[in-house]
């Protein structure tokens, strides 16, 4: 969010459409009231989720366009939806795009750790990162991954033909808020379609037989990485990433100005 003057003349320059800015709060109270009735009824079974997720962004982008200007008290916020801009601002060569510092409590949460770096901090965190998601380190971790596994199937005996919560099921087997959102949502998609439940079970069977999967097999669950990817389009365990130009800057044939706060979603 950009800490300066609202009346910036951006959205008329660049012809970027939104709602219009109101005193103080910027479009604040709209987007709480938007929120509060989408979020008030059940849902039906859907995979349309945006209108109830981010309503703001669905019914501005739907009035205004797939780049939408809106204000976060003071702040402008460009939502960016464009597939072809989404790419180039989170590639952007020169490092002019950069996450949000995290400050306050988040920062108490989150520590010094590579989610809050940059620049030279966040390569050196990085290059540790990348080696301990290699192959070869995960390899390690298998055996316990499965008898994690094989807890949570153990607990699974003592509750059956009863109602789980299957996604505190997977917060404790993945510890690991995002994973235990994409294995909830998989397990849901699997229960609505059957056959691909069918197909998934027969290629685990033809791998591994009654044998405890192994990294090479792993790698050669065809089906299985086809349900994953599709659980993560249709139901992204993050919504939107955020970016903040930290000088003005070109993106395709828009100049956006600097400390623009960008919120790039891929829905
Ligand atoms: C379905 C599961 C997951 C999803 C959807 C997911 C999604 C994401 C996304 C979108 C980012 C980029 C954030 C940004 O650039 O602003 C990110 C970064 C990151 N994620 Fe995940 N994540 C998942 C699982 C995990 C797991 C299991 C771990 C670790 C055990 C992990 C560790 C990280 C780290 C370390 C970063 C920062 C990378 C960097 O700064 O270069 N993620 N994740």
């Keep these: ?20 800015y109101k005193f103080m709060h910027g479009n604040t109270k709209e987007i709480l009231t938007m929120t509060k009735e989408a979020r008030s009824k059940p849902m039906e079974l859907s995979h349309d989720t945006l209108p109830r997720l981010l309503p703001h962004v669905h019914s501005w982008t739907k009035l205004y366009g797939m780049i939408t200007l809106f204000w976060i008290g003071p702040g402008a916020v460009l939502i960016t939806m464009e597939s ?27 520590g010094e750790g590579i989610v809050g770096s ?3 901090k ?18 390690d971790m298998i055996p316990a991954m499965i008898s994690s596994a094989e807890a949570m199937l153990l607990r699974r005996r003592d509750y059956e033909g009863q109602e789980i919560e299957v996604y505190e099921e997977f917060r404790v087997l993945a510890s690991e808020e995002t994973t235990a959102t994409l294995l909830a949502w998989t397990v849901l998609l699997l229960a609505i379609h059957d056959d691909w439940q069918e197909k998934a079970r027969k290629e685990v069977f033809e791998l591994f037989g009654q044998d405890k999967p192994g990294l090479d097999g792993i790698a050669r669950l065809k089906t299985m990485n086809m349900i994953i990817n599709e659980s993560l389009r249709l139901y992204p365990p993050i919504t939107s990433l955020s970016r903040i130009a930290r000088r003005e800057t070109r993106v395709g044939k828009l100049t956006f100005p600097a400390n623009i706060f960008n919120f790039l979603s891929q829905f």
Aim: cysteine-free; hydrophobic content about 30%.
């Design 122 to 139: 966040w390569a050196k965190l990085r290059k540790i990162a990348n080696h301990t998601f290699h192959a070869d380190s995960l390899k």
């Design 118 to 120: 940059e620049g030279e």
């Design 1 to 20: 969010m950009v800490d300066s003057t609202p009346h910036t003349e951006f959205d008329e320059i660049t012809g970027i459409r939104g709602p219009s």
């Design 84 to 110: 072809e801009i989404v790419p180039d601002v989170l590639n952007h060569k020169d490092g002019a795009y950069q996450r949000q510092k995290i400050e306050g409590l988040p920062k108490k949460l989150f």
